[in-house]
Nanobody, 121 residues
Framework: QVQLVESGGGLVQPGGSLRLSCAASGRFFRINAMGWYRQAPGKQRELVAQ???????DYTDSVKGRFTISRDNAKNTVYLQMSSLKPEDTAVYIC???????????????WGRGTQVTVST
């Protein structure tokens, strides 16, 4: 079973920066893609950024040029560097990993509990 633990959320002023981290632990064969989703009050969960095990990245349009996703495969950790933050970035940010539990099982999603990011004066 995989556990994902996020850290790094908080309150920041518009234009500020935050760095989120998500570490995976537990028993698994391999982690494929890792990513960050977010969910604001009254809105659907949306994919913010994703990174494959090979380092290919993808971002939702609203964060391109402001957010950078990266990962340390040796530490099973994914990061999200957020800059030029806007009030509309306020949301719970949730870590996701596509995990292959054993060599014979299909990959499946694992989720963290989320960390709050609030952008406000």
């Amino acid at each position: 079973q995989v556990q994902l633990v996020e850290s790094g959320g908080g309150l920041v002023q518009p234009g500020g920066s935050l760095r989120l981290s998500c570490a995976a632990s537990g028993r698994f064969f391999r982690i494929n893609a890792m990513g960050w989703y977010r969910q604001a009050p009254g809105k659907q969960r949306e994919l913010v950024a994703q990174i494959t095990s090979g380092g290919s990245t993808d971002y939702t349009d609203s964060v391109k040029g402001r957010f950078t996703i990266s990962r340390d495969n040796a530490k099973n950790t994914v990061y999200l560097q957020m800059s030029s933050l806007k009030p509309e970035d306020t949301a719970v940010y949730i870590c996701n990993a596509v995990v292959k539990p054993t060599i014979s099982q299909s990959p499946r999603d694992a989720w963290g509990r989320g960390t709050q990011v609030t952008v406000s004066t």
